[in-house]
């Protein structure tokens, strides 16, 4: 039997139960792996209950992984390290210092530990990679259209398809490649669609041409994207201008031969293809429930990216100035 024939004996943890973490810890307990979570303000609900995934495509299930309150328990628990740790929070990567996620995961991450990033986003591996440096990262971009509507209980629909490869894509020892090899297997074991991107930028660069746009537009309006697009004349046109600049700074990125206007079509044809009222994409949730929204993940690298380049982005510029106000009187208003 192979190394990735034998999923009894990987131990994962999962930094982060919101849906994503949920849904993604479920589908890691049917491979058989040994998993732990750490839950934050669902974990006396999931203490007692379980997770349990109402879904389209798996049907609905409950379960119940090794549950902890925070990595100091992990810590005093735990004496065997892990093979993976994913991290399935949401991504703040201006987010510096002892209370930043590289900071909190660092006591249970050892020499052996591959890092694995399901979060939104583009220029989120850095903080990781200067933290870690010799420990393999895995960089994935997540399809999966999930809510959390009670402590533990998340709803997914429509579709569940994960992208990963190293970060970098380059320059990493065999070894790295490997680890991304065999997550994948084991995500598949337990039922995931998985693709292995040479360059697991360019995955992230096509969702950030929707990501960017609706997140963005949605949290703004307090609109689903469906209903977004019926609100007037000038919406669709609006949400194609966003994306096309998306594309552009991915140009000048060096991503020209893989990201384009294709890309532009395919994110508007899903959008226009959804019955009503559409989506809600997880900043609108997030400014619904009072959260803390990932601006600059979603569109604050875009724009300091633009710069750098000198790529003219006004629609951009405009939608990152607005949610970044808006993500601050949320918390002022939170205080």
Known sequence: MTETQTPEMVRILVF?????????????????VDLSCICRSNYTAAKANGFTVHSTIFSSETFYPKLYPSVQSVSDSEEAPYDYILVTTKAFPRHTGDGSIPALIAPVVSLSTTIVLIQNGIGIERQYRERFPH??????????????????????????????????AGGVPEFHHHTAMKLAALMQAGGATVEVYPDAQVARWRKLIGNASWNTICALSRCRDI?????????????????????????????????????????????????????????????????????????????????????????????????????????????
């Open 16 to 32: 982060g139960t919101g849906s994503i973490g949920i849904v993604y810890s479920m589908i890691l307990t049917r491979s058989g």
């Open 135 to 168: 420990n393999p990262i895995i960089s994935c971009v997540a399809y999966l259209p999930t809510t959390q509507t009670a402590p533990g209980v998340v709803h997914h629909t429509e579709v569940e398809r994960l992208q990963l490869g190293t970060f970098p």
């Open 227 to 335: 209903e977004f697009l019926q609100a007037s004349s000038v919406a669709t046109s609006v949400v194609r201008s966003v994306m096309e600049e998306v594309v552009a700074v991915a140009v000048a990125e060096g991503y020209g031969s893989e990201i384009g206007l294709e890309d532009v079509a395919m994110q508007m044809d899903r959008s226009s293809a959804r019955g009503w009222p559409g989506v809600e994409p997880s900043m609108l949730a997030d400014v619904r429930s009072n959260k803390a929204m990932e601006v600059d993940a979603i569109v604050g690298e875009l724009v300091f990216l633009a710069r750098e380049h000198g790529v003219s982005i006004p629609r951009l510029e405009c939608l990152y100035a607005l949610s970044s106000g808006l993500s601050w009187s949320q918390r002022e208003n939170d205080s």
